[in-house]
């Protein structure tokens, strides 16, 4: 074997090797990163009743929103002393809705959706109506459950 090819076979090995420790490296460095950047999915909670709180929590004609699980859930006591709970997620873009009082609506202040107190959707971009819950009183207690 002359010195040329021992030279060339040298640096063919030493290319080899920077070459296969730089990708390493590189994936040594990136793993973390996007292993960071996409989180776990997570298993819903999964939640069939909540208590909403107590009578006395909810003024008349006014709305709030609590936890269902890992959701938001708009509770609203009507002025005819009813309560009524639906979905607060808009079913636009999932932004969170809200009683508004002076409209006697529920409102999205994303893009000035609207829904009547009975979840259906009046006017703006929403597709479709919110999602209803079962509300019982049970005393001074409130509780939400999903409807069958």
Not at 21 to 41: D, E, R, T
Not at 47 to 54: F, I, Q, R
Not at 86 to 110: F, M, N, P, R
Request: glycine share 6%.
């Amino acid at each position: 074997m002359s010195d040329l090819d021992s030279n060339q076979n040298r640096r063919s090995f030493l290319k080899y090797l920077l070459s296969t420790s730089l990708v390493g490296f590189l994936a040594s460095v990136l793993y973390p990163i996007i292993s960071y950047l996409n989180p776990p999915k997570q298993n819903e909670v999964e939640v069939s009743t909540v208590l909403a709180g107590k009578v006395s929590d909810f003024e008349k004609d006014s709305g709030k929103i609590i936890r269902f699980g890992n959701k938001p859930v708009l509770v609203i006591h009507t002025e005819k002393d009813e309560f009524k709970a639906l979905s607060a997620v808009c079913t636009h873009l999932d932004c969170t809705v809200q009683y508004k009082k002076e409209l006697g609506l529920i409102w999205c202040a994303c893009h000035n959706g609207k829904y009547d107190l009975n979840g259906k959707n009046v006017s703006g971009p929403p597709p479709r109506p919110l999602d209803v819950f079962a509300v019982k009183r049970q005393g001074d207690n409130i509780f939400v459950s999903k409807k069958a």
